[in-house]
Every structure is written in C-alpha cells, then in structure tokens.
T-cell receptor, first 113, second 114 residues
Framework: AQKITQTQPGMFVQEKEAVTLDCTYDTSDPSYGLFWYKQPSSGEMIFLIYQGSYDQQNATEGRYSLNFQKARKSANLVISASQLGDSAMYFCAMREGLLKLTFGTGTRLTIIP | DSGVTQTPKHLITATGQRVTLRCSPRSGDLSVYWYQQSLDQGLQFLIQYYNGEERAKGNILERFSAQQFPDLHSELNLSSLELGDSALYFC?????????????FGNGTRLTVT
C-alpha cells in the first residue's frame, strides 16, 4: 500500500489565488513527521514545512500552511496568494522513527498570470 | 542554499561504465541519504548512513554501492551502468534520525547513460 498519496498530478491556479495541494498518508506508528518539498524546474529539492504527529496546531511558514487532519490522515499544503515563482512540483513526504523520508508522486503546480 | 554539496552536477557516460557520485553533508549533520529520481519511478530511497554506519537500505541495486567516510562525506558508486540508470541522484543530510528533522537536499547529480 502507498504510504503517501498525492491524487492531483497537475493543477493550474490563477496568480494571487490560494491553492491547496492534497496529501494523505498511511502509518500505524504514533510518532511521525510530515513534510512538504518544492522542486522547481531547475531540479533542486527545497524544504517548505514540517508537521509533527503530536503537534496540536497546524504548521505555518510564511505563505505556506499545512492543514493537518490526523483522524483523516491528511496533510494538505495551502499556499496563500500564489505567485508565478510558485510554479513547481510539490512533494509530500513522511518520516517514521529514525528512517528515511517516503515521498508521494508529486503535484505539478502551474500558476497562470 | 541547503548546505549539501553534490559533485558532479552532470555526468554523461556509456553503458557498462562505472561512476562515482560525491556528497558533502551540511556541517554538523551525521546522516546522509541517497535518492534516485527518474521520470517513471519518482523519488526512490536508495540508502542511508549515520556517522559512518549503514542505517537503512531501500531499492538499491547490487550494482550500486555507497559509503560514508570518517569526515562524513559520502560516495555513491554505480557500476555496469544501464540505460535505465539515467536519473537525477540526490544526496540529502539531516542532523540525526528524529521524525522532526527534515532532510536537506543537494542540487543533485544528473546522470545520463548513453
């Protein structure tokens, strides 16, 4: 079974609008971390935001926020006031224990001027 | 800048050859991870080292090997290369292995096997 599922292969959003990228996860470990990464066309992987399984509040980092719904096992990324520079691939990832990050298949976001 | 350095940036080689990819982790980071990103497979975990010791293995082929040296830099060796090995290879590092530690990625080495 997939540990991380991103169901939106691609999204088109008008500049300045908010966008939500979906991510669901599957784990039986009570302690885990959820991460979002951005990969622009230049190829580098940029860490955006982190949410811990025990965190009571949703994580926020500037224009990025993580809508964490533990019971639904979802960790959606919300980007407010989108900009042209937000066009990129976005990956959701999960870390369990001391192990590696497991990545979803990604969502390609295109911001339309 | 993530602080993780990967060399070379690009590598073009022929089938059957052997290459070495090098990674210097962020200062203070003890864990190094290698990932392969190909168009049809997404980001696949290959192997993890922690302070010189192998910690976890993923979908790493027997033709591939890696090590982490006492100065914490790491090398990924790919041998008997096949066309299907063409991919972007990432190294990432983190301070330890806690769930709250993000991995910081290098810019990757783009390998093209012809």
């Amino acid at each position: 079974a997939q540990k991380i599922t991103q169901t939106q292969p691609g999204m088109f959003v008008q500049e300045k609008e908010a966008v939500t990228l979906d991510c669901t996860y599957d784990t039986s470990d009570p302690s885990y971390g959820l991460f979002w990464y951005k990969q622009p066309s230049s190829g580098e992987m940029i860490f955006l935001i982190y949410q811990g399984s025990y965190d009571q509040q949703n994580a926020t980092e500037g224009r990025y926020s993580l809508n964490f719904q533990k019971a639904r096992k979802s960790a959606n990324l919300v980007i407010s006031a989108s900009q042209l520079g937000d066009s990129a691939m976005y990956f959701c990832a999960m870390r369990e224990g001391l192990l590696k990050l497991t990545f979803g298949t990604g969502t390609r976001l295109t911001i339309i001027p | 800048d993530s602080g993780v350095t990967q060399t070379p940036k690009h590598l073009i080689t022929a089938t059957g050859q052997r290459v070495t990819l090098r990674c210097s982790p962020r200062s203070g980071d003890l864990s190094v991870y290698w990932y392969q990103q190909s168009l049809d497979q997404g980001l696949q975990f290959l192997i993890q080292y922690y302070n010189g010791e192998e910690r976890a293995k993923g979908n790493i082929l027997e033709r591939f090997s890696a090590q982490q040296f006492p100065d914490l830099h790491s090398e990924l060796n790919l041998s008997s290369l096949e066309l299907g090995d063409s991919a972007l290879y990432f190294c990432a590092s983190s301070p330890g292995g806690g769930v709250s530690s993000p991995l910081h990625f290098g810019n990757g080495t783009r390998l093209t096997v012809t």
